[in-house]
């Protein structure tokens, strides 16, 4: 019998909506480096400078943008309002607040405290020490959740449905050559931050770049965030790891406490609730 020609079924793309390619906008707007050009956000976004242009327009009407210097936009009073309100409307972000400051003074490194948006971690909070470099994880930052220190914090503590579903949702970007692309692997990693109570990035989202962070539970024991700590591979040396990772681990249960999380024992990890992992 002879085979169809072009059979195969093809599932369009879905179209994108005005809301869409607002919100796209929009996040394009607040990347770091600002102010955008209208053509560089056009790139960004994939969409028409026409389209960009009247999205800009409008949001500028409404003060979510603002036009600048040659043409190009930054993020409007409404929008910078609306951002610090959302920020000072969180428990949890206002128990980590002098944590972070604690855990800062500490260690001598940035602070970070950051929390899940699908796949991906979005840093809300730093604690930063007067130095001549400086991290780009800053608020409002993202990064993929199996990229970052806070991100695996997280996905440690994830049911294995849950963190099988991100693993597997699509192939995993290198962004550096350190970066752990293999679910089997990252597993593994998730394992050991399960039992140790914190996970340890080593140059996965940045070359020279290492990083350790605990996850933060509310009271019915759910990650609400990760807090963690963040610096140069020549300050924060792998041996510091043994030092660090306790007190951060310390740190995000104080922050969990508050939320009314209990305290869990170290070296358990629910078998049950991480499906195929073990």
Do not use: W
Not at 22 to 37: D, F, S
Not at 81 to 107: K, Q
């Amino acid at each position: 019998m002879a085979k169809a020609v072009n059979s195969r079924s093809v599932e369009p793309e879905p179209v994108k909506g005005p809301v869409d390619k607002a919100m796209e906008v929009l996040e394009a707007l607040v990347e770091p480096g600002g102010p955008h050009r209208l053509g560089e956000i056009a790139r960004r976004t994939g969409l028409t400078k026409p389209t960009v242009h009247r999205l800009l327009r409008a949001m500028a009407d409404h003060g979510f943008a603002e036009p600048a210097e040659g043409g190009s936009y930054r993020s409007g009073p409404r929008l910078l309002g609306l951002a610090a309100a959302a920020l000072n409307d969180g428990r949890a972000l206002e128990l980590a607040r002098p944590v972070l400051a604690d855990l800062r003074r500490r260690t001598g490194h940035v602070a970070l405290y950051a929390v899940r948006h699908a796949s991906e971690a979005v840093y809300l909070e730093q604690s930063e020490p007067a130095r001549e470099y400086r991290m780009s994880a800053r608020p409002g930052h993202r990064t993929p959740l199996y990229a970052c220190g806070v991100g695996l914090a997280m996905l440690s503590v994830l049911s294995g449905h849950e963190a099988d579903a991100v693993l597997h949702s699509a192939p995993l970007e290198a962004r550096t050559p350190h970066t752990l692309t293999d679910p089997d692997a990252l597993r593994e990693l998730l394992v050991d931050a399960a039992l140790n109570g914190y996970a340890v990035e080593d140059e996965y989202d940045e070359p020279d770049v290492r990083s350790v962070a605990a996850p933060v539970l509310n009271g019915d024991g759910r990650v609400v965030g990760a807090i963690g700590i963040s610096g140069l591979t020549f300050t924060m040396a792998p041996d510091s790891v043994e030092v660090f990772g306790p007190m951060v681990r310390a740190a995000a249960r104080t922050v969990s406490a508050g939320l009314g999380a209990r305290t869990p024992i170290l070296g358990v990890v629910d078998t049950t609730s991480r499906g195929e992992r073990e």
